[in-house]
């Protein structure tokens, strides 16, 4: 049986989950880091109500 650790994230930047455009300023914001060649991407902190840009760090 084969296991792995969780990829820890990198908080790249954070939008308000209360923006009157919603998540677009985040999704924005990491399609431009993706066109830099960073593999970002949105997920919801349903604890902090935002939106976070992130990226997984590689385990070496």
Do not use: C
């Amino acid at each position: 049986m084969t296991t792995s650790l969780p990829a820890q994230r990198t908080i790249l930047e954070r939008f308000p989950a209360g923006h009157p455009r919603g998540s677009w300023p985040a999704d924005e914001y990491a399609a431009a880091q993706r066109a830099q060649g960073t593999d970002a991407r949105v997920v919801m902190d349903l604890a902090s109500d935002q939106f976070l840009v992130v990226t997984d760090n590689a385990h070496a």
